[in-house]
């Protein structure tokens, strides 16, 4: 395995002889296990760098016009390394060695060496090898951890996947709701009781092209649960459960520009706990896009998989649903300057109880706190009627 490794790394190197483009995060999107995602505008595309103790940074990322990828070594240390020569570069990981051509490359302070026209799958493999020894000169100059950089790998890939998406729509509008993500035909979201017959509400586009639905509190194994009406246009689905006497927050009409709004849910699961994730912000404006007046415009932090999810005030009662969040990195890359920071959405409480009306569920009239609670005591409290929601 380890000499068929080693020839395809030299297959993989061909051509890359050459000096890469100054590297450069020009507009960062997220952390990621200690790895920063961006985007380059000389790659016209995405990648992750993490700087180590030793003061190496490790340089990953995809060129998004040739489908391909680079990996590169920076140090201010290796004043030595001359721009533009080639070197041969050794790396040590428990797979395997590799070989290869570099390029020697300077940016600001700093001097390493490039290696670009990778394919893909090579550097997923380097990303989760662990740990790397890298050989210049026949001596050891880095011995890395790559811990988290698999994780950094599934960001650029979803960070890719935006920059191709903002080519496609080049001179459309800018700013895309985000959705739960949909992996193997399944879907993931966030969802919470409104009746005392077990009824839990969540978006339509949680549930769509569904035909099972699955609801579960943390720590407890998921039951069936049912479709019993859903509405594209307002982005809404109640699914019944059968559960008796479930806990039901209170609902409130009358949510403020300013005040300290909360969101509980199931966010990326594969990456954060499943027990799930509380954030906080505030209501930052009385309409959504477009002056959209089902919505409301929130600063609170969500993520794929809190569609669906519950938004409360201080009293612990639901002032929205949570929709969507501004595509930031569309927006970005569309040229409208710096990328929007905290644009998020929910659906208004007044649009979910005409819905259920209408769908003949009248919702069960929860309990809120007669005085401001602290935010633990919000989080306590969603908790008990917050689930996560999962079909296929």
Not at 5 to 12: I, K, M, N
Request: hydrophobic letters at 40%; one cysteine or more; glycine letters at 10%.
């Amino acid at each position: 395995m380890r000499s068929a490794l080693a020839a395809a790394f030299g297959l993989l190197f061909a051509g890359a002889a050459q000096a890469g483009p100054v590297l450069n995060i020009d507009k960062s999107i997220e952390k990621v296990s200690g790895w920063s995602i961006g985007v380059s505008k000389a790659l016209n595309g995405c990648l992750a760098a993490a700087t180590y103790q030793d003061q190496t940074t490790v340089w990953m990322g995809f060129d998004g016009d040739k489908d391909e990828a680079f990996l590169a070594f920076t140090n201010p240390r290796w004043k030595s390394i001359e721009t533009d020569r080639v070197y041969r570069l050794a790396m040590m990981t428990g797979r395997g060695r590799w070989k290869g051509p570099f390029t020697g490359v300077e940016r600001t302070n700093e001097r390493g060496l490039y290696a670009s026209g990778l394919k893909k799958g090579f550097v997923l493999d380097i990303a989760r090898a662990g740990a790397i020894d890298v050989i210049f000169e026949q001596k050891s100059i880095a011995r890395l951890s790559l811990s988290g950089s698999s994780d950094a790998i599934d960001a650029m890939n979803d960070c890719q996947k935006a920059v191709v998406e903002a080519k496609a729509s080049a001179g459309k509008e800018g700013a895309k709701a985000e959705a739960s993500p949909k992996k193997s035909g399944g879907s993931s979201g966030t969802g919470f009781f409104v009746s005392d017959v077990g009824h839990v509400l969540t978006n339509h586009h949680v549930i769509e092209n569904c035909s099972e639905f699955y609801v579960a509190k943390f720590g407890v194994p998921s039951i069936p649960a049912r479709l019993v009406a859903s509405d594209a246009q307002n982005d809404l689905a109640v699914l019944g459960t059968g559960i008796e006497k479930p806990v039901v927050p209170a609902m409130s009409l009358r949510p403020r520009i300013g005040e300290s709004v909360y969101a509980y849910g199931f966010p990326m699961l594969h990456l954060l706990a499943a027990s799930g994730n509380f954030t906080v912000g505030n209501i930052t404006a009385s309409a959504g896009l477009g002056d959209d007046t089902r919505m409301l415009q929130i600063s609170t932090p969500i993520q794929p998989g809190n569609s669906g999810g519950p938004l409360l005030d201080q009293y612990g009662a639901v002032v929205g649903i949570i929709n969507s969040k501004l595509n930031a990195l569309n927006v970005a890359l569309a040229g409208k300057g710096d990328i929007p920071q905290n644009i998020n959405f929910a659906i208004k409480t007044m649009i979910a109880l005409n819905f259920l009306d209408a769908n003949g569920i009248p919702p069960t009239v929860g309990t809120k706190s007669p005085t401001p609670l602290d935010a633990a005591s919000v989080a306590e409290q969603a908790k008990l009627f917050t689930v996560h929601v999962t079909c296929r």
